[in-house]
T-cell receptor, first 114, second 113 residues
Framework: NAGVTQTPKFQVLKTGQSMTLQCAQDMNHEYMSWYRQDPGMGLRLIHYSVGAGITDQGEVPNGYNVSRSTTEDFPLRLLSAAPSQTSVYFCASRGRTHTAYEQYFGPGTRLTVT | DQQVKQNSPSLSVQEGRISILNCDYT??????FLWYKKYPAEGPTFLISISSIKDKNEDGRFTVFLNKSAKHLSLHIVPSQPGDSAVYFCALYSGGGADGLTFGKGTHLIIQP
């Protein structure tokens, strides 16, 4: 199993550009989430999904869109990038078990918006 | 306002000694208290957890203690090894509502030879 994969690893955008961060998992997990980590901060939840076709907002959803058309994929879209979105983005997944708190994280995408 | 506080940004410990990482929280609604470990350029990985109904959980060299009255969580690593050098995040899970974890800012543990 590859686990949780994220592409790209690094990205530089200009203010106003759009892009999609890709996330895929091969563990057949129902739950998937996107977090961002800013310097000196903990990870904060952006959006999450409890299954294909179902998404909801987390703590910091503004400026981001998500969709979940398949169990495996959970892309994060930035419609109009802003410097405040410079961060490291982590995708995570978990199954529907009693250890639901054990999330599996991807390696992250480092995004810089100039 | 921060729900999870890790007040030590970094901690340096000699190899073989005990490392103690601390975490304070403000809200009592959480069901599980967790520690995640993160190496540079990697995502966090789950390390150990404790249920809100327990006060101690042990897994090899790692022990997590929960003091609910003080709203305090700690992770003990003994003996500390060079591979333990990483950033440790305290995280809280509520099991309902938004499906996610509430993380602290992290403590960078450095194990010195």
């Amino acid at each position: 199993n590859a686990g949780v994969t994220q592409t790209p690893k690094f990205q530089v955008l200009k203010t106003g550009q759009s892009m999609t961060l890709q996330c895929a998992q091969d563990m057949n997990h129902e739950y998937m989430s996107w977090y961002r980590q800013d310097p000196g901060m903990g990870l904060r939840l952006i959006h999450y999904s409890v299954g294909a076709g179902i998404t909801d907002q987390g703590e910091v959803p503004n400026g981001y869109n998500v969709s979940r058309s398949t169990t495996e994929d959970f892309p994060l879209r930035l419609l109009s990038a802003a410097p405040s979105q410079t961060s490291v983005y982590f995708c995570a997944s978990r199954g529907r078990t009693h250890t639901a708190y054990e999330q599996y994280f991807g390696p992250g995408t480092r995004l810089t918006v100039t | 306002d921060q729900q999870v506080k890790q007040n030590s940004p970094s901690l340096s410990v000699q190899e073989g000694r005990i490392s103690i990482l601390n975490c304070d929280y403000t809200n009592s609604m959480f069901d599980y208290f967790l520690w995640y470990k993160k190496y540079p350029a990697e995502g966090p990985t789950f390390l150990i957890s404790i249920s809100s109904i327990k006060d101690k959980n042990e897994d090899g060299r790692f022990t997590v203690f929960l003091n609910k009255s003080a709203k305090h969580l700690s992770l003990h690593i003994v003996p500390s090894q060079p591979g333990d050098s990483a950033v440790y995040f305290c995280a809280l899970y509520s099991g309902g509502g938004a499906d996610g974890l509430t993380f602290g800012k992290g403590t960078h543990l450095i194990i010195q030879p």
